[in-house]
């Protein structure tokens, strides 16, 4: 027992320090002018999202329904992992979303929030949950979108050339459901979806014959071989960043754990050089929505909120919980609704998470110029 859990610390150790801080390339303005031009669609999917969609209720599933059928029409490769779990009001049903580009790549940073919202009884049983957490979850489903492209032409370039194992990092959607309590926030009446992923990728471990980051096709061929004894599905995660209570004007977003300082540092400088760029539009009251690292964070955690991270922050994985605090003052009330979103703030949430996510990936968009400066050189020659 106590040789088995050594060998897991020693992997986990292993894979922080080879994930740790890093340098991350930089777009070129051209670049994020590329990314960032492509027109939003998280106003699209938004609609059919926002609705009640208390776990185990049918709104719950044609929420899901969609989500599955919105990232399988763009090819990922697409599980659920779905289970019952007894609860203070009866057994119920869950089904966690979980999506992978390239479930051949052996790690993943994996993008997450839930689906589920809030259960209130009549007569008010229609919260709507627009900043927990539809507006993250349509969010998630602009960036698969937006760059699935990018990371076909990488899928592609890493098969044609296997030697740069640097890039063979992949993008990870998970859609947690069950993340609400039904009756009082407890850790056994809460974050059902999370705690029972947590606990089955812990106890799932890749053959090296067989390796890939989906547990139940062994029909992949993996691209490379796991050669780490004791390898389990939880530690191919490089990253596990949590959206959370998102999309309410002027969020206040703080850095909670030492071994993710550096990359909430590396989201706030992408912050500030986008708005050098004017790519949040022209506000000239541009105020962060990070809050500055306190001295003492490189060195110690700062304390967490109780979310969909927890189970996996238990067990060694690096994460970054992008939360709003203190919470709208809309949180868990009937007027968290479309009007409680902010098209400002959705679409500077929209416009980071794509260059931060892209490069922290290793994505390459187009080094070209915009079609309207083509076309004004053309006039002048």
């Not at 592609?156 to 990870?172: F, G, M, P, V, Y």
């Not at 139940?216 to 191919?236: A, M």
């Amino acid at each position: 027992m106590h040789r088995l859990f050594f060998l897991f610390a020693l992997l986990l150790s292993a894979l922080s320090s080879r994930i740790g801080p890093r340098t991350i390339p930089a777009l070129s303005s051209l670049q994020i002018n590329n990314l960032i031009s492509s027109p939003s669609t998280f106003s699209t999917h938004l609609p059919k999202i926002l609705i009640p969609r208390v776990s185990s209720t049918p709104n719950n599933t044609l929420v899901r329904t969609y989500i599955v059928s919105t990232l399988t029409s763009l090819n990922w490769h697409v599980e659920l992992d779905e289970f019952e779990w007894d609860t203070p009001v009866g057994k119920k049903s869950f089904a966690n979303v979980i999506a992978t580009k390239d479930p051949r790549a052996s790690r993943r940073v994996a993008l997450a929030a839930h689906y589920d919202s809030k259960y209130f009884a009549p007569p008010h049983d229609g919260f709507l949950g627009a900043t927990d957490s539809a507006f993250s979850c349509a969010l998630l489903l602009d960036l698969a979108e937006t760059l699935n492209a990018l990371m076909d032409e990488r899928i592609k370039a890493l098969d044609e050339d296997d030697d740069d194992d640097d890039e063979d990092t992949t993008l990870q959607l998970i859609f947690f459901d069950g993340e609400e309590a039904f009756v009082s926030w407890t850790d056994t009446d809460s974050i059902y979806g999370a705690r029972h992923l947590a606990e089955h990728w812990q106890g799932t471990y890749l053959m090296s014959d067989s390796a890939s980051l989906v547990s139940s096709s062994s029909n992949l061929t993996p691209r490379r071989l796991i050669t780490t004894p004791q390898q389990t599905l939880l530690s191919t995660m490089e990253h596990l960043i949590l959206l959370d209570l998102l999309g309410a004007p002027n969020p206040h977003i703080k850095s909670y754990y030492k071994d993710t300082a550096w990359l909430f540092a590396r989201l706030k400088e992408t912050e500030e050089r986008l708005a050098n760029l004017s790519a949040f539009g022209s506000d000239s009251d541009f105020k962060s929505y990070f809050r500055d690292l306190a001295p003492a964070s490189s060195s110690v955690n700062l304390g967490y909120m109780g979310d969909d991270h927890v189970p996996f922050l238990k067990r060694g994985v690096p994460v970054l919980h992008l939360i709003t605090e203190p919470f709208p003052t809309v949180w868990h009330k009937l007027t968290d609704d479309a009007s409680a979103l902010d098209q400002a703030t959705m679409n500077r949430w929209n416009v980071l998470m794509r260059v931060f996510v892209a490069e922290y990936l290793g994505l390459k968009p187009a080094e070209t110029k915009a079609r309207e400066d083509q076309d004004h050189n053309r006039d002048e020659l």
